[in-house]
């Protein structure tokens, strides 16, 4: 059996993270609707940076796609497969390079865009649903490279969502294809991951509170969790860097509904703080997603909480 040497992603011990979900989706608190490429070229990056400061975050995780396959960036593997699905500007490698400055880690997340009524045009494009699946999956590594190669170095991580959709084995599954006996590659695409920074940090999601593992080449626990109950016994789970992942206001994590005002914060201040505690003293890592909407405001209740636990835990 093949032995992987996992990364120890040691800039996750005792991280305290944030993440929002700009998407294709995303709409704005007030005005009208944006196109995505629109959106995307009027971003305010430094108002976003701004924001993400303030909350103390030291690593950030960042949508590249989500329900819908589409880049904030140029991808010219995205562009042959589906054209109109990318942007001009490189709004994913200026926030790259601003992160970096700051010295906060970023993890892009990539969701094959694949999962049940999510995508059809996507769906066709990739081949996900025609006979020679290697050809499907080579598409999808090739997109992944193509960023991954792109960005190089600037890229700590990689947290890859809806495997589920692509594997059958664990004990969530959303495959609405025929598959059969075939298996998805994980560990090429791991390779893809890595093939722009050879120390990214690699994760699979198999889903809510789920620690199932497709494949032993991964680097840190997915840990997406509805809940704050997680005690952990030391810096890693299951061989892999202890991370956990949960929403700090809205729950559906995509801010979805034009002319709808942010949802009201999930949990207690002393909750929230006792969680993060828990999980960072042990080395681990904890990851919040703030609500945010179409022109780039983050839901200021929700970094008024980050900002005030984080500064608690500097502190100590």
Known sequence: MRQYK???????????GISVHWTSKSQPLTGQTKP????????DL?????????????????????????FAGPNPVMDYLLP?????????GELAEALRKEDIRLI??????????????????????????????SRILSVVECMSRRYGKLVDGWWFDSCYSLDSRGPHKTVSTEMGDWRFPWEALAG????????????????????????????????????????P???????LRLHQWTCLDNARWVHREPETAFPPLLYKDDEVFAFSERITRAGGAVTFNLDIDQ??????????????????LSSQ
């Not at 430094?46 to 329900?67: C, D, P, Y």
């Not at 009524?117 to 066709?124: E, K, L, T």
Request: charged fraction near 20%; include cysteine.
């Open 233 to 239: 016994d030391g810096p890693f789970f299951k061989g």
């Open 295 to 312: 022109n780039a405001v983050i839901n200021p209740v929700a970094i008024e909480q980050i900002k005030n636990m984080n500064a608690v």
């Open 6 to 16: 996992r990364n120890a992603c040691e800039f996750l011990a005792g991280s305290s």
């Open 192 to 231: 893809a991951a890595r093939s722009g920074n050879k120390d990214a940090a690699v994760t699979y999601n198999a889903g809510v509170d789920i620690p199932f593992f497709y494949t032993d080449d991964q680097d840190y626990y997915a840990g997406e969790t509805n809940s704050l109950n997680f005690i």
């Open 46 to 70: 430094n108002f976003f940076m701004e924001q993400v400061k303030e909350t103390g975050a030291r690593h950030l995780i960042f949508t590249t796609t989500h329900g819908e396959q589409y």
């Open 36 to 43: 995505y490429p629109e959106a995307v070229e009027s971003f």
């Open 108 to 137: 892009f997340y990539y969701n094959h865009s694949c999962n049940p009524n999510a995508s059809p045009d996507w769906r066709a494009a990739s081949g996900y649903d025609e006979d020679n699946l290697d050809l499907f999956a």
């Open 84 to 92: 109109g699905h990318t942007c001009k500007r490189d709004l994913l």
